[in-house]
């Protein structure tokens, strides 16, 4: 029962763009415009940890590696949830995931792989 899809990552040299996205399933339509939606990260050999979120009013919050570089939207008539990456660093390096915040644990999807070479 996959509630986010996540895509957008992929290989990319230090000091290089994303663009990640990940779209709700039919499952959550009802709940998603009210939900706080997060993007997650677990590098190699760390536990997963919250990068943004976004509000249903769109408040956003970072943590304080990726501020200034990372920009959280969403549209809500997809469904989705973007996460603009720029000037990205090694240590950016892990699977995203999309799920609520705080997290849901039905709604985690096979995460997106973001490899950033130094």
């Known amino acids: 029962q996959v509630q986010f899809v996540d895509s957008g990552g992929g290989l990319v040299q230090a000091g290089g763009s994303l663009r990640l996205s990940c779209t709700g399933s039919r499952a959550i339509t009802s709940t998603f415009n009210p939900m706080t939606v997060g993007w997650y990260r677990q590098a190699p050999g760390r536990q997963r940890e919250l990068v943004a979120s976004i509000s249903s009013v769109r408040d956003t919050k970072y943590i304080d590696s990726v501020k200034g570089r990372f920009t959280i939207s969403r549209d809500n008539a997809r469904k989705r949830v973007y996460l603009q990456m720029d000037s990205l660093q090694p240590e950016d390096t892990g699977v995203y995931y999309c799920?609520?915040?705080?997290?849901?644990?039905?709604?985690w999807g096979q995460g997106t792989l973001v490899t950033v070479s130094g």
């Open positions: 799920n609520a915040d705080p997290q849901h644990e039905n709604y």
